[in-house]
């Protein structure tokens, strides 16, 4: 298995509540990840910008930025387009609520006060889909470097080919030239002074090394 299958991915929190906050770090702590918080909307992009992250669990209602547009923000960014989004609340949450965080970007919600068990269970579905599609991105960035190697070796090898070819061409075309001249002059000098059969098998002499120099 790939080692990077085992490295902690980046999993951020974001809410006003220090206490929520720990409430999240505790039930997400033994899953072995690396938590990041963050107490506002800014202070969430900042950390998106510097950082790689898996996950990023949002609370709905927050002073500054509500959880529905720190999504739309995030979501605007082309780094973020794929980047596993939930939201939290608090308070209950309507099917048109639900609607709204769909139409931002939001991939799930989880009500509060939450489930740890089913909060683990959700996100290390999250963490095991963002590590598959990095190997994924892994393994098909280096099927097209193979490519890329295999293309450049095939390219000299024409090009070397292509010289040898020249080269060969070069070489047989010299011997074969000087007995076309000697055919050549052999039948202008001696032609009807030899028996018929002579000329005739100067001829095919001829012939067949014009037809030699045609085909190199």
Do not use: W
Not at 117 to 143: D, G, H, M, S, W
């Amino acid at each position: 298995m790939n080692p990077e299958s085992h490295e902690p991915v980046n999993i951020l929190l974001v809410d006003d509540q220090p206490a929520k906050l720990l409430s999240y770090e505790a039930a997400l702590s033994e899953l072995g990840e690396n938590l990041l918080t963050a107490s506002t909307a800014r202070e969430a992009l900042e950390i998106l910008l510097k950082t790689e992250v898996a996950i990023l669990l949002v609370d709905v209602c927050m002073p500054d930025v509500d959880g529905f547009d720190l999504v739309n923000q995030v979501r605007r960014h082309p780094r973020f387009r794929d980047t596993a989004i939930m939201l939290v609340s608090a308070i209950q949450v309507s099917d048109l609520d639900r609607l709204k965080g769909y139409d931002s970007g939001a991939m799930d919600y989880v009500p509060v006060p939450f489930v740890p068990e089913l909060l683990r269970a959700k996100v290390r579905v999250f963490v095991e889909l963002f590590r598959k599609t990095r190997q994924l991105q892994n393994l098909n960035q280096r099927l097209e470097e193979l490519v890329a190697e295999r293309t450049s070796e095939l390219r000299r090898s024409n090009l070397d080919l292509e010289q040898f070819a020249y080269v060969a061409s070069h070489d047989l075309q010299e011997p074969l030239r000087m007995v076309t001249s000697l055919l050549q002059l052999l039948s202008s000098r001696y032609k009807s002074k030899l028996d018929r059969n002579a000329d005739e098998f100067i001829q095919f002499a001829t012939d067949g090394a014009q037809r030699m120099h045609a085909m190199i």
